[in-house]
């Protein structure tokens, strides 16, 4: 049994008292314990900005992409040991572990990319110089600098490589050091992570912690200057936006939270045809990858009721192909899903929607999965529902089944219907739209889309190219108004924003070209 540490002060560290259990979830064996109680994180708090910050802010934008370069080497250099990880702790297929290792690194190695090009400069000018009196000498300039604080990241249990080094990558290259907390459940993956990189001898002191753990007071301790950027539920995100550190001390905030993501069949969409296939292989993968545990996967599916029969057909034809199992075993395509508390949500989240919408495959049943012993392990069939009525269902539109679960949502074929739909979600982080033309996904996308945090909207030119709208991507934002959390990560050199002050400085022209470089 592996006990996991914290990284703190740079020192490892155990809590004492009681550990929580980590468990292979397709087996329920136990496979590590963490523990945090007592562990002083005012004083790692107060190490990372004081060490790790001046040391992070001194680096240029260069220099600091050669540590995520390292980083993501290293990382990769222990592929096959974090892909093994995924499984024992995430119940994770091989392809769904890469997704997340791989993630991890090439995400890494993307901002890395982004700092070489950002150059010598160790903080940004925003705009230009702008006259303030009468004559040329007296300007005022906005300057980005990094917040001489730390950035607090607490990550949700199912991308514990991908969501911690995502957050990890923009907020080093911004200037701001991390301390990062993985879901407790199934934090064995981030922690060897967080280890190999410390072995690697990459980072400056200070730079990076981490919490193997429960957060504990971790979050009073937010100051005037420190960040919180929060992967998971709204329920957790919610109480977190009313700490102390957040709401009284205005650390910076950034959720990203549940989303009822919508995928949307334009009526002109030739069944059978390029972008009918794309569109089924992209709501295969879906559902299936990650067993339907993506904060991105499509939840709602909106099809023009003339199509939805054939559709039906052929998701199902699809999802009974799919082998639920110990990933472990060969022959296994979707595993289970993570956590005892998961499988109870799902269950309960199924019936739900059952209420409101005919099952057409899957369903809450227990299941035994292939390769695991009987009545152990947290497996859910691949499950698909139609609503009975897509304007006045209510579950579908507002209860996040975090599974491998998708509800079929008939409607009339106009893009305003459509757009409605969408909108009733309350906020998404990405949904999909397959069209042939465009006189249909304009008025869509123009009432959609403000709805959506990212929107793939596929067309026949496109229909051989498009990545299925589950992939987020490094330059590319990742997040989503209401439900969604309202937040904003990645999207390149955007994402750096979140760790950074604009201020802007009035002096005069001389001074500030001097001391900022400022044309
Ligand atoms: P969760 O229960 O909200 O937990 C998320 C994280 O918050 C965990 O690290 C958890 O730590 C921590 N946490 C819980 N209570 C806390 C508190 N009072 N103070 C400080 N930290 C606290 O969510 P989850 O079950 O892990 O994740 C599932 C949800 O995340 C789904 O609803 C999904 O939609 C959402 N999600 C969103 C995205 C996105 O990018 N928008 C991505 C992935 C998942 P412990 O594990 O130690 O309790």
């Not at 702008?130 to 040329?136: F, M, P, T, V, W």
């Not at 390149?492 to 009035?506: D, H, V």
């Amino acid at each position: 049994m592996i006990t996991l540490t914290s990284y703190l002060q740079d020192r490892w560290v155990s809590g004492t008292g009681r550990a929580a259990t980590l468990v292979d979830p397709s087996t329920e064996a136990p496979v590590a314990t963490a523990s945090t109680e007592g562990l002083d994180f005012a004083a790692a708090l107060h190490h990372a900005r004081t060490v790790g910050g001046p040391a992070l802010r001194a680096l240029s934008f260069a220099e600091r992409g050669a540590l995520l370069k390292a980083m993501s080497r290293a990382l990769h250099e222990k592929r096959e040991e974090l892909l093994d990880l995924s499984t024992l702790n995430n119940g994770a297929t091989r392809g769904d572990g890469k997704f997340d290792v791989d993630g991890a690194t090439g995400t890494l190695a993307a901002y890395a990319r982004l700092g070489t090009s950002m150059g010598d400069a160790r903080f940004l000018l925003d705009g230009e110089a702008e006259k303030l009196g009468g004559g040329a000498r007296y300007v005022g300039q906005h300057l980005y600098l990094p917040r001489p604080g730390v950035a607090v990241h607490v990550n949700a249990f199912n991308f514990p490589a991908w969501g911690t080094f995502e957050k990890i990558a923009a907020a080093f290259l911004a200037g701001v050091p991390v301390v990062t907390k993985p879901a407790t459940a199934t934090a064995l993956v981030a922690w060897r992570a967080v280890q190999i990189i410390v072995e690697a001898g990459i980072l400056p002191p200070g730079v990076l912690s981490l919490v193997a753990g429960g957060a504990g007071d971790l979050l009073d301790h937010l100051g005037p200057q420190d960040a919180l950027a929060f992967t998971g539920s709204a329920d957790t995100a919610a109480t977190l936006r009313r700490g102390a550190g957040v709401a009284a001390r205005s650390a910076r905030v950034n959720i990203e939270a549940d989303s009822l993501n919508a995928a949307v069949f334009a009526p002109d969409v030739e069944v059978g045809g390029a972008l009918w296939h794309a569109a089924l292989r992209n709501l295969v993968t879906d559902l299936t990858q990650k067993t339907g545990q993506k904060c991105t996967a499509v939840r709602r599916i909106l099809v023009p009721e003339s199509m939805a029969g054939d559709l039906a057909d052929a998701l199902v034809a699809e999802l009974s192909r799919v082998v639920v199992g110990n990933p472990a075993v060969d022959g296994v395509t979707m595993g289970p899903v993570a956590t005892a508390g998961q499988l109870r949500d799902a269950r309960r989240g199924i019936a739900l929607l059952q209420e409101e919408a005919d099952l057409l495959l899957g369903g809450a049943d227990a299941l035994d999965g292939v390769g695991a012993p009987a009545g152990k392990g947290y497996f859910v069939r691949p499950t698909l529902l139609r609503a009975r009525d897509s304007a006045t269902a209510r579950q579908v539109h507002a209860h996040e089944v975090f599974g491998p679960c998708a509800t079929l949502l008939p409607y009339d074929g106009s893009a305003a219907t459509a757009a409605a739909l969408v909108a009733r979600g309350e906020g998404c982080l990405v949904s999909s739209v397959y069209a042939e033309g465009r006189d249909w996904l304009g008025p869509f996308l123009m009432e959609a889309a403000p709805w959506n945090g990212r929107v793939v909207a596929a067309t026949d030119k496109v229909a051989d190219q498009v990545l299925p709208p589950g992939m987020v991507l490094p330059n590319q934002v990742h997040g989503g108004p209401g439900r969604a959390g309202g937040g904003e990560e990645l999207g390149g050199a955007r994402g750096l924003a979140f760790y950074w002050n604009r201020t802007a400085i009035q002096s005069d022209l001389g001074a500030l070209r001097a001391l900022f470089g400022v044309k």
